[in-house]
């Protein structure tokens, strides 16, 4: 990406701080969004475990068929799939996950 372009992108006002750090670091790493279902009384568990975790961004407490949407980005698409399939699926009070990758369009 040439470098005007990603200082157009950090100029504009919709870019979070962490947006903003992943196009300065000179790629747009890749990034995913999981839907987690909870069991009963595990919800403020699980959100504390994801939002101490240094690859999330953001965590959010839903209402409806999942229990929390977090947005996840690595420095590869390897260590992506290692937080997905290792790290995040021992977390206790996890019943199920649905995983939403994030490409370029």
Known sequence: MPFEAIRSLIRAKYLTPSDKTRILKGQIMPEAFILFKTEPS?????YLSLTSHEAVQEVHALYGEFDLLARVSSDSAQNLT?????EFRTIEGIRDTQTL???EY
Do not use: G, S
């Open 42 to 46: 595990h919800e403020r568990d699980v």
């Open 82 to 86: 290692n937080l997905l399939m290792k």
């Open 101 to 103: 990758i994030a490409v």
